[in-house]
């Protein structure tokens, strides 16, 4: 450990894991820290949704029930949206999914995970028996591409990532990619930022690329589980025979269908502008507080280190009040917390409490 940060090991500079081998908890995600009477930071799903429009939309899909879900509407919307084929969707339930079926289905013969990230893709390559490296990003979390070995064949990251909120340049991506290389790149919080300047979602020129979409963070439907991959068809259809029929429910995709409609977008873009706002003002208000915010954040939270953060996390959660631990994120350690972004009376509430206890 060096400034609060786990150092690789190893003569090339890797962490490398056998499956089920983990120093961190792998499975551990920000709803474990919520509960009730406590006000959420925790969670980084955006607050106040589904808007009215969506969960009327949801709620008549019901009636639709008895049918078997029909993905073909949501696939045509989705593909539009991204200027893409429609053969080069997938639809999934969640995120989550996705990363459960490249693990499946891929047989990398070395597999890099760039952290710290979301830490689902790496649990599901284990789960399904496959050594995984880890490329450990220094603060402040700049991609630099010749961290990946060149003999990796299957690389993930994330695109702003969670939880370090830092969006990468779409050139350096573009660096990761080369004939052989299946990179994945996750883009679950790619709407925060306004016009999706860096999202690969619409390329399909890059070789390899396969790229990670959720619908939960921006739309609020984490419990309904709609999510989606683009990918080279040929993939898309060694996936697809690997799901499980009927996989992603009917409301899942009326949502999805629905989200991926041009004014669902644009009132996408919009928020994401309003986000920026919130976060700025919430960045300013932590490190005037002394503590060390991650800079040029694009995503819905802010990643934060302070001295004694397991400890300030436990106080904090005395008053009410629950944070998102940093150290089950491969490449941090205790002293990090992430802190989702709210309107800013919500966060200014948090910050008092936050200025007491420091």
């Known amino acids: 450990m060096r400034d609060g940060v786990e150092t690789p090991v190893g003569e090339d500079g890797f962490v490398s894991k056998m499956p089920g081998e983990s120093e961190v908890d792998l499975r551990h995600h920000g709803d474990t820290e919520t509960g009730p009477g406590l006000l959420d930071f925790a969670v980084n799903v955006r607050t106040g949704t589904p808007p009215a429009w969506l ?9 639709d029930l008895a049918a078997y879900p029909d993905p073909s509407a949501a696939r045509r919307a989705v593909a539009r949206r991204h200027g893409r084929d429609r053969a080069d969707v997938l639809l999934t339930a969640g995120a989550a999914e996705a990363f459960v079926l490249l693990a499946r ?4 013969r070395r597999a890099v995970v760039v952290h710290p990230q979301f830490t689902e893709p790496e649990a599901a390559l284990r789960a399904a028996g496959h050594r995984a490296e880890r490329a450990i990003l220094p603060p402040d979390f700049t991609l630099d591409p010749a961290l990946v070995p060149d003999d990796a064949d299957l690389v993930v990251v994330g695109n702003p990532t969670n939880p370090t909120s830092v ?17 994945v790149v ?3 919080f790619a709407d925060c930022v306004p016009g999706e300047p860096e999202s690969l979602a619409g390329r399909a020129d890059v070789p390899g690329l396969v790229v990670v979409r959720s619908l939960t963070k921006t739309w609020g439907l984490a419990g309904l589980r709609a999510g989606y991959l683009l990918a080279d068809p040929a993939l898309v259809a060694r996936l697809a025979d690997a799901q499980p029929l009927w996989s992603v429910s009917t409301p899942a995709l009326v949502a999805t269908e629905a989200c991926s409609a041009p004014e669902a977008v644009a009132e996408a873009d919009a928020w994401a502008r309003e986000l920026g706002d919130q976060r700025a003002g919430l960045a300013a208000d932590l490190r005037a ?6 800079p040029a954040a694009a995503a819905s939270f802010l990643l934060v280190r302070t001295e004694d953060g397991e400890g300030l996390r436990a106080r904090m959660r005395e008053h009410g009040i629950a944070l998102r631990r940093g150290d089950t994120f491969p490449g941090l350690g205790p002293d ?10 919500t966060a200014r509430r948090m910050t008092r409490v936050l200025a007491q206890l420091l």
């Open 55 to 63: 969960a009327e939309r949801i709620r008549a899909s019901v009636a």
């Open 105 to 108: 289905v891929l047989t990398p």
């Open 167 to 183: 969006l990468h340049p779409a050139r350096d991506l573009e660096r990761l990619a080369r004939p052989g290389r299946v990179l």
């Open 186 to 188: 996750d883009e679950a």
């Open 289 to 294: 507080l002394g503590l060390h915010v991650t």
């Open 336 to 345: 990090w917390l992430r802190v989702a972004v709210r309107e800013r009376d």
